[in-house]
């Protein structure tokens, strides 16, 4: 039930610091967080990880990626399912296929994990739904606990996925004996706050969207590292919503061809809250902003510059999307808003694909 709330997105935007908290206490085992044993047994004895998800739920994978290389030092491939599907890679010795589907129900995703079982190999579901198709057909499972999700455009699935993913490389790292200088329950402790003080402030957000995006036909996200994923996802988010056409891309890539659609006035979205590409990332937006662009910098405390967007709330390095990705959604929602457009049903989506 959405209560008072106007949609189903602004309730499911509002839950997150709630889903986060809800994560620490269903993974929590005294100190620590951790994942049963016979996953980390299998995490542990793979050589390399095959992420399978589409659309946001791949978003969410690509930060999945990060966490097992840098937290726990095992290598990952991230694929989208329906390319993967037709399309399959060399596969490594012993693979370990962890598939993330907010639904469980994604055909695309389904098709690949009826494949890899053909083939023998092992398979983890990341799922909100017990129960769901690909949740049973796979030989574990890993729950997302952040409620149903209605609307559309996944908001609280996509930062549950990260924070489930982040659990389960910190777990495996732990288990096998790689030196952590981190708390993560402490962490997500205070990721959960993070969001809260964004949230709180969406006022920001509404008038962010008003000032960037009202007029505008067209936007592009940038981000380098971990905020290009993000960037990925807050695109994704804008377009489906707002209808406004939308790229997320890689910093530094934007003046290899694409910087060629920059004119005066288009809103660029810069994310900046990996410290390693802090100048780098300004250094695109002057590119940008040269020919015209109208850029909202939103950077995380510590690395803000006069004149920047948003300043979010510190959090650890690793878990930056989980906070970033919070104003690009409300953003996306107050323009969609500002647009007229049926937020929680946008034209043309269903909330599960469950055709190939
Ligand atoms: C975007 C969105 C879709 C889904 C995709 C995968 O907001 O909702 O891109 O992420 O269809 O769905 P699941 O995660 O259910 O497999």
Same mark, same amino acid.
């Given at each position: 039930?959405?209560?008072?709330?106007?949609?189903?997105?602004?309730?499911?935007?509002?839950? +997150?610091?709630? *889903?986060?908290?809800?994560?620490?206490? !269903?993974?929590?085992?005294?100190?620590? &967080?951790?994942? %049963?044993? @016979?996953?980390?047994?299998?995490?542990?004895?793979?050589?390399?990880?095959?992420?399978?998800?589409?659309?946001?739920?791949?978003?969410?994978?690509?930060?999945?990626?990060?966490?097992?290389?840098?937290?726990?030092?095992?290598?990952?491939?991230?694929?989208?399912?329906?390319?993967?599907?037709?399309?399959?890679?060399?596969?490594?010795?012993?693979?370990?296929?962890?598939?993330?589907?907010?639904?469980?129900?994604?055909?695309?995703?389904?098709?690949?994990?009826?494949?890899?079982?053909?083939?023998?190999?092992?398979?983890?579901?990341?799922?909100?739904?017990?129960?769901?198709?690909?949740?049973?057909?796979?030989?574990?499972?890993?729950?997302?606990?952040?409620?149903?999700?209605?609307?559309?455009?996944?908001?609280?699935?996509?930062?549950? +996925?990260?924070? *489930?993913?982040?659990?389960?490389?910190? !777990?495996?790292?732990?288990?096998?004996? &790689?030196?952590? %200088?981190? @708390?993560?329950?402490?962490?997500?402790?205070?990721?959960?706050?993070?969001?809260?003080?964004?949230?709180?402030?969406?006022?920001?957000?509404?008038?962010?969207?008003?000032?960037?995006?009202?007029?505008?036909?067209?936007?592009f996200?940038i981000g380098r590292?971990?905020?290009?994923?993000?960037?990925?996802?807050?695109?994704?988010?804008?377009?489906?919503?707002?209808?406004?056409?939308?790229?997320?891309f890689?910093g530094g890539e934007l003046k290899?061809?694409?910087i060629?659609?920059i004119?005066?006035?288009t809103?660029v979205f810069a994310l900046a809250?990996?410290?390693?590409v802090a100048l780098n990332i300004r250094g695109n937006v002057k590119e940008v902003v040269a020919r015209g662009a109208n850029a909202c910098i939103?950077a995380?405390?510590?690395?803000?510059e006069e004149g920047d967007c948003?300043?979010?709330?510190?959090?650890?390095?690793?878990?930056?999307?989980? &906070?970033?990705?919070?104003?690009?959604?409300?953003?996306?929602?107050?323009?969609?808003?500002?647009?007229?457009?049926?937020?929680?049903?946008?034209?043309?989506?269903?909330?599960?694909?469950?055709?190939?």
């Open positions: 039930e959405k209560g008072t709330y106007p949609h189903y997105m602004l309730k499911e935007m509002d839950e +997150q610091p709630t *889903v986060i908290r809800k994560i620490i206490q !269903a993974y929590e085992q005294g100190e620590d &967080v951790t994942v %049963d044993a @016979d996953i980390l047994d299998a995490l542990a004895e793979a050589d390399r990880l095959y992420i399978i998800a589409a659309g946001t739920s791949y978003h969410a994978g690509l930060i999945g990626k990060q966490y097992f290389e840098k937290i726990a030092g095992i290598p990952v491939e991230v694929h989208i399912s329906s390319e993967f599907g037709y399309n399959m890679p060399l596969l490594s010795k012993k693979p370990l296929f962890i598939f993330i589907s907010q639904s469980g129900e994604t055909a695309d995703s389904r098709q690949v994990l009826v494949k890899i079982k053909e083939l023998g190999y092992k398979s983890l579901t990341v799922t909100n739904v017990q129960g769901s198709t690909l949740s049973r057909e796979a030989d574990y499972t890993l729950l997302l606990h952040a409620g149903p999700e209605i609307a559309v455009a996944s908001t609280k699935a996509y930062v549950a +996925q990260i924070a *489930v993913l982040a659990v389960a490389a910190y !777990a495996v790292a732990k288990q096998t004996g &790689v030196a952590l %200088d981190f @708390d993560l329950k402490q962490e997500l402790a205070i990721v959960a706050n993070g969001i809260q003080t964004i949230i709180d402030s969406k006022d920001k957000m509404e008038q962010i969207a008003e000032d960037y995006l009202k007029i505008a036909r067209n936007a996200f590292n971990m905020d290009f994923c993000v960037s990925l996802e807050g695109a994704l988010k804008l377009k489906e919503i707002s209808y406004i056409q939308a790229e997320g890689a290899h061809g694409t060629a659609l004119e005066e006035g809103p809250t990996q410290k390693d939103i995380m405390e510590g690395m803000e948003l300043v979010l709330p510190p959090v650890h390095e690793l878990l930056t999307p989980l &906070v970033s990705v919070v104003p690009l959604q409300l953003i996306s929602y107050y323009a969609a808003l500002h647009r007229r457009c049926d937020v929680d049903k946008p034209r043309n989506l269903a909330k599960s694909v469950t055709v190939e």
